[in-house]
């Protein structure tokens, strides 16, 4: 089969993929050489009765839980199709934002409806992308062929729509997922004209074999490191160092920004490091300092380019001191093993995963087991009545309780008057307290709501969005009264 390109985006119901639930999903797939070979998808997908949307999620997507609804199709089915779409054979799937995003909302929905959440992302040759750092790479380094937007403070909009207005692209209105999808490819085939070089290096980053040669804590060799983490003032980039393997989590490098004097990593305990390592500039207490150490995934495609390829034109662009940063990385090498041994002490410390306390947000709270795997094609294949009746004998305990939420929420009309009672008490102290399950309770939706009244008061439209909010939210409060 021919490798192909799956560009797709989503609208959702808000913004933590492990409390909330996809929208919309639209997907369009190309050739190679970004031509397009199948009609373009566009799905809605039907809210449950335990989801309070996001009243700004819906402010900006216009998409009402009744329109979802109506229009829609209920979350098995539409995760069937996209597994279908994303697990084809010789298949990239890419997004804009889509690895710290979308990519989430999608392993969270699989493992929600019995599909191996990582499967689609390697089998078959398959592999994911992002467009967005690649473009940030194009910013920093090969700016010609694309126009860049400004913001209000000066610096580069890398929001689609504003990359999409600027380069005359925007088909339909922003925030709609297919309007996305086809501004994003319009994007990517002007990228990929104007620089064919730059967009192949990119290409070659999905492997994760070949990142974590460039970023290797052995040889501890520069690369220049572009990252949403790194601010616009520097073109998002950054001179960095590998300096160490993650103590837990193996598709994880330690690198420092050789942009900062390497004294206080040098000079500072595990303890005293580790102390502000998340902690913001502003938030830091007078005369401390935190180390400018960050993590880079190797399995996330990320942007990283090898220090013999850049220009003497780019360190100006870059404004980096090209003899600083090779000195810093000196002394750092010369250090020694012991640098890394303590750089794997500040990162030890495992910290706890949020909403892992539920199913619902438990994916990463272990792999499942494959012969649990084994009997997810079963549950999918049968029909609804009989989920309930058929003993699956799960070693893995989250999946009985996926198993009812999936029925639940999928196909109410099966639950029996056990079941019912078992779902409403769910809903009442998912909706009702602040247990930590849903990005709302009924306080703090209808809340937002009457605070967005205010501030859109004149507002037609998005007074109409804001009915219908309180509408599918009374309507859910009745229900459980």
């Given amino acids: 089969m021919a490798a192909s390109f799956l560009f797709y985006d989503l609208e959702t119901f808000g913004g933590d993929p492990r409390r909330t639930r996809i929208a919309q999903f639209a997907a369009l797939r190309t ?21 309070l949307p996001s009243p700004a999620a819906t402010l900006i997507t216009g998409i009402t839980p009744q329109r979802a609804l109506a229009e829609g199709v209920n979350e098995a089915a539409a995760f069937a199709r996209i597994f279908e779409e994303m697990a084809r054979p010789e298949t990239c799937t890419l997004g804009y934002n889509s690895l710290r995003f979308d990519d989430e909302f ?11 959440p990582y499967e689609r992302e390697w089998r078959g040759g398959n592999s994911r992308w992002d467009l967005l750092d690649v473009l940030r790479m194009a910013y920093a380094l090969r700016p010609e062929g694309i126009a860049w937007p400004l913001r209000d403070d000066g610096g580069v909009s890398f929001r689609l729509e504003h990359l999409a207005n600027a380069n005359n692209v925007r088909e339909g209105e922003a925030h709609e997922a297919l309007s996305d999808v086809l501004a994003l490819l319009a994007l990517a085939r002007k990228l990929k004209q104007a620089q064919p070089k730059l967009w192949d290096y990119a290409l070659r980053l999905r492997d994760k074999r070949y990142v974590a040669q460039l970023v290797d804590p052995v040889r501890m060799q520069p690369v220049l490191h572009v990252s949403q983490r790194f601010p616009a003032i520097r073109m998002s980039s950054a001179p960095v160092v590998p300096i160490a393997r993650h103590p837990q989590i193996d598709s994880r490098v330690i690198v420092f920004d050789l942009d900062q004097d390497p004294e206080a990593l040098l000079t500072l305990s595990p303890e005293d490091i580790a102390d502000h390592l998340y902690t913001p500039s502003a938030d830091l207490p007078e005369g401390a300092v935190r180390v400018a150490l960050k993590e880079i995934h190797v399995n996330r495609c990320p942007i990283v380019v090898q220090w013999e390829h850049l220009r003497e034109a780019d ?19 010369d250090a020694g093993p ?10 030890a410390v495992a910290r706890a995963r949020e909403a892992g ?24 294949s049968l029909p609804p009545m009989s989920l309930a009746a058929h003993a699956f004998d799960f070693k893995d305990a989250r999946m009985d309780e996926l198993l009812f939420r999936y029925r639940a929420r999928n196909w ?24 930590g399950l849903s990005e709302y309770t009924f306080d703090s939706f209808f809340a937002e709501i009457a605070a967005f009244r205010a501030a859109h008061a004149g507002h037609g439209a998005k007074l109409a969005l804001l009915d219908a909010l309180e509408d599918w939210g009374r309507q859910r409060a009745a229900e459980l009264s």
Wanted: glycine share 6%; proline share 4%.
């Fill in 412 to 435: 109410p009309e099966t639950l029996d008057a056990a079941d019912r009672v078992r779902w409403d008490d769910y809903r009442r102290q998912r909706l009702t307290r602040d247990a």
């Fill in 106 to 116: 999608v392993r969270c929905g699989f493992f929600r409806n019995f599909y191996d």
């Fill in 315 to 333: 360190f100006a662009r870059l404004s980096i001191d090209r003899a600083k940063s090779e000195a810093r990385a000196q002394v750092l090498r």
């Fill in 338 to 347: 012991e640098l890394a041994e303590k750089v794997r002490r500040v990162y």
């Fill in 31 to 51: 050739d190679a050489d970004l031509n397009a070979i199948e009609p373009p998808i566009s799905l809605f997908v039907q809210p449950a009765d335990d989801l």
């Fill in 357 to 380: 306390g539920d199913v619902d947000g438990s994916i990463y709270n272990g792999f499942i087991g494959d012969g649990d795997k084994r009997k997810f094609a079963a549950v999918r």
